[in-house]
């Protein structure tokens, strides 16, 4: 009889949702803190597996890999993300309906701070877990340019595609500003008032959209400058004149 057999409370508990769920989170602290422990490339699934009190094999119908261990939700949030774009009302403000949708990056960092954190502090250790990390928020970004581009297009932006991947590119900017600023105060910064702050700024910055024969408008930056600046510019001069 195999281990994985005597233990039947875990096997029923990962036929279920909930249970696969819990399994799922379970795989992920166990890897995130002996990575911590003893080193992301000296660790094995081996390792993980049996941390989580399952076998190699369970490690595998959850994971692809070790790393992939480390971003266990970042598909499901995808999805939310794409949901809330998809089921957002035409009438709504595109850029307020990018903001609100990111925000759901954030609420699945806090819902688990302890996690985050030392996933945080992983990220900033092992290069090829932070490369993974900024490939997944090119993703998030790719996703708010094509809802931010067919909304432009459909309201008549000459802009539209120039327009949507500025202002993607704003919306990600703004909520890793709040995230990394928040994992860097050890998670006691205010993360909401923060993201109201910041999404705010790019909210005045982008919306609404250009009307047709609007004036284009070329932003000359320093490659350094802060997020901040960037909207304030860009703001300052999309500002109609009085």
């Known amino acids: ?3 994985e057999s005597r ?7 990962g036929r279920t949702t909930a249970g696969r769920r819990r399994l799922r989170h379970a795989l992920t602290v166990a890897a995130i803190d002996l990575f911590l422990a003893q080193g992301y490339d ?8 049996a941390a989580a009190g399952v076998g190699r094999r369970t ?4 994971f692809r890999s070790k790393e992939d261990a480390i971003f266990p939700d970042h598909e499901e949030v995808l999805r939310d993300i794409e949901r809330s774009l998809a089921t957002a009302l035409p009438t709504q403000d595109p850029v307020a309906v ?8 954030l609420e699945h960092y806090l819902a688990d701070p302890d996690v985050s954190l030392k996933r945080f502090a992983l990220t900033r250790s092992v290069p090829s877990l932070r490369d993974r990390e900024v490939a997944t928020v090119d993703r998030y970004q790719r996703v708010f340019a ?15 595609d120039l327009r949507a991947s500025v202002a993607a590119a704003a919306v990600a900017a703004a909520n890793n500003h709040v995230l990394r600023r928040w994992l860097r105060s050890g998670g006691k910064d205010d993360v909401h008032a923060a993201a109201k702050e910041a999404f705010q700024l790019v909210v005045d910055a982008f919306s609404p959209p250009v009307k047709p024969g609007g004036q ?14 960037v909207v304030r510019q860009i703001s300052a001069a999309l500002r109609p004149a009085e």
Do not use: H, K, N
């Not at 094509?146 to 539209?160: H, I, M, N, T, V």
């Open 98 to 105: 990018a903001c609100t949708a990111v925000g759901l990056v």
């Open 216 to 229: 284009t408008v070329v932003a000359v930056l320093e490659a350094s400058a802060p997020v901040s600046e």
């Open 146 to 160: 094509r809802y931010l581009r067919e909304r432009f297009q459909s309201a008549g932006d000459p802009a539209a």
């Open 42 to 49: 000296a660790t094995t699934v081996d390792e993980i597996a």
């Open 1 to 3: 009889m195999s281990v």
């Open 59 to 62: 490690f595998f119908r959850y």
């Open 7 to 13: 233990q039947p409370p875990r096997t029923r508990a």
